[in-house]
């Protein structure tokens, strides 16, 4: 199991050609048009599609517009507080509780991932689902804690990092997961690749569900539309850096929701 499991982290460890050319990506942001409001709290929904599968994905990073004011939304009433090496490592020897001993009031999203791992003769689809959790805050930056949970075909927890910071206009900040490299020792088979084809995360969730000091359950509140909505929608971008050297770019415009 261990040797499987080891497999899956393939993907911060294959490279592919310096020259290659990146597989275009495509990224959709959406919220629930039947509740959304302008000056309403809401959740927003965002996808990324990588296809096809192309060396393995090192970082991404999701420009949202101004307005949009998540690091003030109310979500992450708590810190998840993993150590550094959780991060070097990746791979974690925990329990698949899916939290890794993170309080629930620091989760922010939830979503689900697909990759593809490639052994040589052999490719086999992986599913995983994905916590993304509020971390400490440093300075102007949100830290944020990305655990993966796999659970099909293999069981791991995958553990990576990312930030929520400030962006330059026109942006009002910036969403960026960081996938670090596994150490090679680790890799049981040569030639073993893991690329990301998929990746959806809801922000505000409804099912997300808190704890008052007094134990009482309920919902965070969602992130706040703007009250104002450009003619053409909000704009979103999404940055992929890859482990070759490649980049890829995609935008979206999210239309305004019915009045």
């Not at 090192?58 to 550094?84: F, H, M, Q």
């Not at 509780?97 to 003769?121: F, H, K, S, T, Y």
């Not at 450009?230 to 305004?256: E, I, K, M, N, V």
Request: charged share 20%.
């Amino acid at each position: 199991m261990r040797r499987l499991v080891a497999l899956l982290a393939a993907a911060s460890s294959a490279g592919g050609s310096a020259h290659a050319k990146p597989p275009p990506a495509r990224i959709a942001a959406t919220v629930d048009t039947r509740t959304a409001r302008l000056g309403q709290p809401t959740e927003l929904a965002l996808r990324l599609q990588v296809r096809p599968p192309h060396s393995p994905v090192r970082s991404i990073s999701v420009r949202y517009p101004r307005g949009w004011n998540l690091a003030t939304s109310g979500l992450g009433a708590d810190e998840c507080k993993r150590p550094a090496s959780d991060f070097v490592a990746v791979l974690l020897d925990l329990p698949l509780d899916g939290l890794a001993g993170c309080p629930r009031n620091a989760i922010i999203a939830r979503g689900r991932a697909r990759a593809q791992v490639r052994i040589p003769g052999m490719t086999l689809p992986q599913t995983a689902l994905l916590t993304l959790l509020a971390g400490p805050l440093e300075r102007d930056q949100l830290r944020l804690v990305v655990l993966a949970e796999g659970i099909n075909p293999f069981g791991l927890l995958l553990a990576f990092q990312g930030q929520l910071k400030p962006a330059a206009a026109p942006w009002a900040g910036t969403i960026t997961l960081d996938i670090p490299q596994i150490a090679p020792s680790k890799l049981p088979y040569d030639g073993a690749t893991f690329a990301l084809v998929d990746v959806s995360l809801i922000l505000a969730d409804r099912r997300i569900v808190y704890h008052d000091p007094h134990g009482v359950r309920y919902h965070p509140p969602g992130i706040e539309l703007p009250t104002r909505c450009p003619p053409h929608g909000w704009r979103f971008r999404a940055d992929l850096h890859y482990l070759d050297g490649t980049r890829s770019t995609a935008t979206t415009r999210l239309p305004c929701p019915r009045p």
